[in-house]
């Protein structure tokens, strides 16, 4: 061992070694310590991930029942205005106005009327 240290070239290349070796056991150590924090960010970015998919599946939830609420509703506008449509259309059923305004059971009504007026 001694010869090594009297030869300057095996001195430099033994203390070349001796970095070398030290480098590699730093290096290691903070690749070990850069693996762990990586994990931890991976584990925290999973649960805000999770919270985020589960917020997002609360809202697609709300959105859908808001949906449900108003197909329901517009179903039962158009039930509505369908009625109203169909009452409508029963009403009419023979034309009112013509030549004259009342028809004959009106005249018969306003006769008896007037015949009422005069006796009173």
């Known amino acids: ?3 090594i240290l009297l030869n300057k070239r095996w001195t430099a290349i033994a203390i070349l070694l001796l970095l070398v070796f030290i480098q590699t056991a730093i290096t290691n150590h903070y690749v070990k310590m850069l693996k762990q924090a990586d ?3 991976l ?3 999973q649960d805000i991930e999770r919270k985020q998919v589960k917020a997002l599946a609360e809202a697609q939830n709300q959105i859908n029942k808001v949906s449900a609420d108003y197909e329901q509703y517009k179903s039962e ?3 509505k205005v369908e009625y109203v449509e169909r009452e409508v259309q029963k009403i009419v059923e023979r034309p009112v106005y013509k030549s004259a ?3 004959a059971d009106g005249v018969q009504q306003i006769n008896d009327l ?3 007026g005069n006796t009173s």
């Open 101 to 103: 305004c009342v028809d």
């Open 114 to 116: 007037i015949k009422a």
């Open 77 to 79: 506008q158009r039930t």
């Open 39 to 41: 994990q931890q960010c």
């Open 43 to 45: 584990s925290q970015i």
């Open 1 to 3: 061992m001694t010869w």
